[in-house]
């Protein structure tokens, strides 16, 4: 598996660099968001680990251009900023997933796998339908009324779970569990700014499907048929 590392900090690179080599990852290294954009343009990686402290260029701007034209590329944001907001910032620029610093090293292992499994899991011939929103798996492509909705790797992890659980209402948990697949802060509001990311792409093309809010619980998919 072929994965770009995007880290300033040469100490720190070479640590994840031999870990993540010695799991059987192809590692290749880079010390800023420029190079990464030149790197991206004429070569491929698996997965992208993007720190979000980089000289010229930071990494949620990185982040941004990265998803641009790579939008299924997944992205797991390094970060000393612990702050919400500035986790915020980063998912709203099109990550995935993020990992503050300092971490265990067993952790950005796990992550990376488990973010990798969600894409796995995507990745076959499936394809869901909602009146005129359509939800292409194996390509990952999502029209409404045959105009595209451009989804990053969670944002459309999480339609395609609303659909494939049309009417039933989800709590907070359960989507943490089947869409994330670890457990994360309970006093974050993650969820609530990815659906307001997918009630906003929706909206933009007049798709009549949408999200609904259960106060107390969390969340339903109310189809448009």
């Given at each position: 598996?072929?994965?770009?590392?995007?880290?300033?900090?040469?100490?720190?690179?070479?640590?994840?660099?031999?870990?993540?080599?010695?799991?059987?990852?192809?590692?290749?290294?880079?010390?800023?968001?420029?190079?990464?954009?030149?790197?991206?343009?004429?070569?491929?990686?698996?997965?992208?680990?993007?720190?979000?402290?980089?000289?010229?260029?930071?990494?949620?701007?990185?982040?941004?251009?990265?998803?641009?034209?790579?939008?299924?590329?997944?992205?797991?944001?390094?970060?000393?900023?612990?702050?919400?907001?500035?986790?915020?910032?980063?998912?709203?620029?099109?990550?995935?997933?993020?990992?503050?610093?300092?971490f265990a090293f067993e952790e950005l292992v796990a992550r990376i796998e488990a973010l990798m499994r969600r894409v796995g899991?995507?990745?076959?011939?499936?394809?869901?339908?909602?009146?005129?929103?359509?939800?292409?798996?194996?390509?990952?492509?999502?029209?409404?009324?045959?105009?595209?909705?451009?989804?990053?790797?969670?944002?459309?992890?999480?339609?395609?779970?609303?659909?494939?659980?049309?009417?039933?209402?989800?709590?907070?948990?359960?989507?943490?569990?089947?869409?994330?697949?670890?457990?994360?802060?309970?006093?974050?509001?993650?969820?609530?700014?990815?659906?307001?990311?997918?009630?906003?792409?929706?909206?933009?093309?007049?798709?009549?499907?949408?999200?609904?809010?259960?106060?107390?619980?969390?969340?339903?998919?109310?189809?448009?048929?």
């Open positions: 598996m072929k994965l770009l590392l995007v880290e300033d900090e040469a100490d720190i690179a070479a640590f994840v660099r031999q870990g993540l080599s010695e799991e059987g990852f192809d590692v290749t290294w880079l010390p800023d968001g420029e190079q990464a954009l030149e790197w991206l343009s004429s070569n491929h990686a698996d997965i992208l680990l993007l720190d979000i402290r980089l000289p010229g260029m930071d990494g949620v701007e990185a982040c941004r251009r990265i998803r641009e034209t790579r939008v299924k590329l997944p992205i797991i944001m390094l970060t000393a900023l612990d702050a919400v907001e500035d986790r915020v910032r980063g998912l709203r620029a099109g990550a995935d997933d993020y990992v503050p610093k300092p899991n995507h990745a076959h011939d499936q394809r869901l339908t909602d009146g005129p929103l359509v939800l292409e798996a194996d390509a990952h492509q999502c029209t409404c009324h045959g105009r595209p909705v451009e989804l990053t790797v969670k944002e459309f992890a999480l339609l395609s779970y609303f659909m494939e659980n049309r009417g039933r209402a989800l709590s907070r948990d359960e989507i943490h569990r089947d869409v994330w697949g670890h457990d994360f802060d309970r006093g974050t509001n993650l969820i609530d700014v990815y659906v307001a990311y997918v009630r906003s792409k929706l909206s933009e093309v007049d798709c009549p499907a949408h999200i609904e809010t259960i106060r107390g619980v969390g969340y339903r998919y109310v189809a448009s048929t």
